[in-house]
Nanobody, 124 residues
């Protein structure tokens, strides 16, 4: 089982930037892709960024964040990152790192490989 520990969420002003880290541990031999999702109140979790395979750097982004967000990983530190630039109030959400069991770009699905989430709030 893959274990994910997220941090870095905080309140920022419109136009600001944040970098969210997620430390990956546990059984990673069968972890092919990694991802970041986000969720607002009353809305299903939305795939934001996908790294597939996680060791090569092929990426996929939701239209709402493309050009502003970047997913990456540091294999030596076993850490996944989400760099978020030029933030807007619409980016306010709980952000989750994830290890999908089905890797299919933005249609990737996650069963049990979820982090606990971290709150990002962007004020106008």
């Amino acid at each position: 089982q893959v274990h994910l520990v997220e941090s870095g969420g905080e309140s920022v002003q419109t136009g600001g930037s944040l970098r969210l880290p997620c430390v990956v541990s546990g059984d990673t031999d069968n972890t092919y892709c990694m991802a970041w999702f986000r969720q607002t109140s009353g809305t299903p979790r939305e795939a934001v960024a996908i790294l597939s395979p996680r060791t090569s750097g092929a990426t996929y982004y939701a239209d709402s964040v493309k050009g502003r967000f970047t997913i990456s990983q540091d294999a030596a530190k076993k850490t996944l990152y989400l760099q978020m630039n030029n933030l807007t109030p619409e980016d306010t959400a709980i952000y989750y790192c994830a290890a999908p069991n089905i890797c299919n770009g933005l249609l990737s699905r996650v069963s049990k490989g979820w982090g606990q989430g971290t709150q990002v709030t962007v004020s106008s």
